[in-house]
């Protein structure tokens, strides 16, 4: 019983990563570039929710959705104004703009909120639901269907919107959408966009369940490949389950083994996949 | 074709070379001890970089996690000499063996699964994280706690030890910088340099010329993977205390390979030159900004003069600079 509170427990918090990881694999699906920026930019989400409950006393979950809209702005601008000279350009290149941009990210952060970590007081953070013999986190509780929300308002506006079909369009097959008149260019604007509101509501969820630091965003850069490359990059419903697995084998890994080596047990998952299945679990070959 | 005249430089080249030599060996002789320690890193950098520079520059596949190699060099050497006293040379020899092993072992996992692109940087990323928290619990090297050598006089030089100066490791590392340097210049020039370009160019037309393509491509990985290891045993013995979580860091990895593609992915002495540019920029970055007290402000400008750099300069420094002073480096 034990066993199952962990499993679900980790499903819950897996949830919160493959909303992260789902703003990487639509970036990567539709514009082809890495975002090596995507923990960074979820650490800034996380900093906005931050100063938004400490100046208002707003919970983070009610600062969502400024929070996503301002993330949202922010990818546009970036992929206008500087990542779109760059999709044509050999992998390094683009390595090497976002690596600027993520330094520059967290020099900033360091430079507004100094090198401590920080957290929002919640007055249920220690509250639980009983479910039969389960116990599940409020708080975890409220991040992962939180989420899951934002998966299915994703998933909606992928299917059911026409700029969600022409940017599906642009990932297909580029020069197509370009012949039928769509603005390529503004719609990959719209996609970093999508993306880093993405990462941003996720670093609203996030800070739920840990505490800020500009420092962490490289293990969730880290974090966020490895879940999209056991999915499959550019596969939503892969970044889904492989947030979901990574939740699991981390909080599996953390009880049974030891807490400072559940990130090897992910990282060996990965090399498991990679080794047998390349393109992901549920990637195109 | 006649071996000598292919493998000779241009004079302009060579003339430059030549400057650069001499006026390297001379250095350490005029500067002061801090210039010589920063020096010492600008040519770690600079090794490192042409070791990656194989894999990725020539060969074309793009590694993220060259700290492994770093990490497998260094604590080889250092535990075998802390735990039986064996020799740095030998120690060295054997994490060259290890990390060669361990290049060729992961290249050939991943191109013989048709891991390519993307997926194999991220795969390079994945076993070197993998690999430092495993030497985190790893007791026999100190786990995470870090592996010690025991700290010597920091006069004189013990080459036989490796134990001596900061000047004595300068000039070993210059020696280690310039062989590498020859080296690739004519590896470049051998049927697998060119064999290497090919692939880089395309791979898929290179296996229909009927170039062996995994072949060459492991044996890319598992060179610069030695290449690397023996810089990493040079790493240990100079800075003397090893550290998983710092050694073995994607910080390290991003480091080594930002230096050759500032400086020039994919030409003999981009590397060197980025190296130079880079820690240079650092050290003036650390210099100005230790007058103002705010966190983030050393590597804000970092960052910005990594993003001008690659605004203005995206194929690199050193193919500029070597257009502006006539200089054709052979044919790449």
């Given at each position: 019983m034990l066993y199952l509170n962990i499993i679900v427990a980790g499903l819950l918090t897996g949830a919160v990563y493959g909303l992260m990881a789902l703003g990487l694999s639509v970036i990567f699906g539709v514009?082809?570039?890495?975002?090596?920026a995507h923990g960074e930019m979820m650490v800034v989400g996380m900093y906005a929710a931050w100063l938004i409950a400490s100046r208002t006393g707003l919970d983070p979950i009610a600062a969502l959705p400024l929070v996503t809209a301002g993330l949202f702005l922010l990818g546009y601008a970036l992929q206008r104004v500087l990542i779109n000279r760059y999709i044509a350009r050999p992998e390094h290149e683009q390595f090497l703009l976002l690596l600027a941009v993520a330094t520059i990210i967290t020099a900033s952060l360091l430079m507004g909120f100094g090198p401590d970590a920080r957290n929002v007081q919640l007055d249920y953070a220690y509250d639980s639901y009983q479910l039969g013999p389960l116990l599940l986190d409020k708080v975890r509780v409220l991040a992962a269907a939180g989420a899951v929300l934002g998966v299915a308002a994703l998933w909606a506006f992928f299917k059911l919107t026409r700029t969600g079909k022409a940017i599906r369009a642009c990932a297909d097959n580029q020069t197509g959408a370009q012949v039928v008149g769509l603005d390529v260019k503004r719609l990959y604007a719209v996609t970093f966009g999508i993306g880093a509101a993405c990462v941003g509501a996720a670093g609203c969820l996030m800070l739920l369940l840990i505490d800020v630091q500009p420092y962490i965003a490289t293990d969730y850069t880290l974090l966020a490949f490895i879940i999209v490359i056991l999915g499959g990059l550019g596969s939503m419903p892969g970044a889904l389950l492989g947030g979901l697995l990574v939740g699991v084998s981390e909080a599996l890994s953390g009880f049974v083994v030891d807490p400072s080596l559940k990130s090897a047990f992910s990282f060996a998952l990965l090399i498991l996949v990679l080794l047998v299945r390349p393109q992901g679990l549920l990637g195109r070959a | 074709m006649r071996a000598g005249a292919a493998l000779a430089l241009p004079r302009r080249a060579a003339l430059a070379l030549a400057l650069f030599v001499v006026a390297m060996l001379a250095l350490p002789l005029v500067v002061n001890s801090y210039i010589v320690s920063v020096l010492v890193v600008i040519l770690f950098a600079s090794y490192f970089g042409q070791a990656w520079n194989i894999v990725t520059g020539f060969a074309g596949q793009l590694s993220l996690g060259h700290a492994l190699y770093v990490g497998l060099g260094a604590y080889t050497a250092a535990a075998l000499f802390t735990h039986w006293g064996v020799l740095p040379w030998i120690g060295m020899l054997a994490g060259v063996v290890v990390a060669g092993a361990a290049g060729a072992l992961i290249a050939a996992l991943s191109f013989r699964f048709r891991v390519g692109g993307v997926y194999f940087a991220l795969l390079t990323i994945a076993f070197a994280e993998f690999t430092r928290i495993l030497f985190d619990h790893f007791?026999?090297?100190?786990?995470?706690?870090g592996l010690f050598l025991p700290v010597s006089s920091r006069a004189g030089a013990d080459l036989l030890h490796l134990r001596g100066s900061p000047v004595m490791f300068y000039y070993l590392l210059l020696a280690l910088t310039l062989g590498a340097l020859t080296l690739t210049h004519h590896l470049l020039r051998r049927r697998i340099g060119y064999y290497w370009q090919a692939i880089r160019e395309d791979e898929e037309a290179a296996q229909a010329l009927g170039i062996d393509v995994f072949r060459y491509k492991v044996a890319a990985m598992a060179l610069s993977a030695a290449m690397t290891s023996v810089g990493g045993a040079f790493l240990a013995f100079y800075e003397n205390n090893l550290y998983p979580d710092t050694v073995f860091a994607i910080g390290r990895s991003i480091e080594i390979i930002t230096a050759p593609i500032i400086g020039g992915?994919?030409?003999?002495f981009g590397p060197v030159l980025g190296a130079f540019v880079l820690t240079t920029l650092g050290e003036a970055m650390t210099s100005l900004s230790s007058?103002?007290?705010?966190?983030g402000l050393k590597q804000w400008c970092y960052g910005a003069a990594l993003l001008l750099i690659v605004a203005l300069q995206p194929a690199g420094v050193w193919p500029w600079l070597r257009a502006r002073l006539g200089i054709a480096e052979v044919r790449r």
């Open positions: 514009i082809r570039v890495v975002n090596f | 007791g026999w090297v100190g786990g995470a706690s992915l994919g030409t003999l007058g103002f007290e705010l966190n």
